[in-house]
């Protein structure tokens, strides 16, 4: 199967789980995560429609993307694994937004290399929920510092949160990670009203249904799109 197929199979079980569960399609969006595939792969999902990409490696993504976003201008590049400091500087000159965020040290780098920035960097403070990598903050306490954190710095704008679930056959504990991640969300609303909360990004190839089902807005697939990974 191709990439334009995978993607529209893709758009057809999101629209399905939706209708299902009595939501809103239109309030889902759909991230290709590109990483170990090349520009024919990328080109092809474009094609498709796709326009938001994900990479987790700043090395990789400064290879492929700014001569595609030179060619398509309208690509909405995120930048979604874990971000070393010294990488820092060259994410905010690639990415339009970092999904990644779990330490403030990292909150107060992106915050002053992003001063004198004209579009402001979108960010999601990400929760660890049970991931073996232990990447994200740790509870709703250390998110609620976090946001206070990034409201300090006026060209960083909160989207909202980010988690992956355990690698794990469990469907129940995928199920409870992805809740944690809504309830945490409905905190930090409840304490920062005036902040956007709308992006919840949870869900990959193989449980983003359930993903859907707990309330995701932006769906993170890799394999499910380009196929299987040739590291
Ligand atoms: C690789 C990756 C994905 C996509 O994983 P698939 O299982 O291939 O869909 C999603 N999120 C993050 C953070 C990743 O590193």
Redesign the pocket.
Known sequence: MGVAEALQRLYERIHEVCLRVGRDPGEVRLMG?S?FHERDALEEAWKGGLRLF?E?RVQEAGRKFPAFKQDHPRTELHM??SLQRNKARAAVALFDGI??VDRDELIAELGTLTLGRERPLMVLLELHTGEASKAGYPDVEHLFGAAERVLQFPNLIIRGLMT?APFTEDREIIRRSFRSLAAARDKLKVRFPDCDWSCLSMG???DFEIALEEGATLL??????FGE?KP
């Open positions: 995560v990483k994900g987790n979604i694994g999904q990644s992956m990959m190839s193989n993170r697939i890799g394999t499910a799109l990974r």
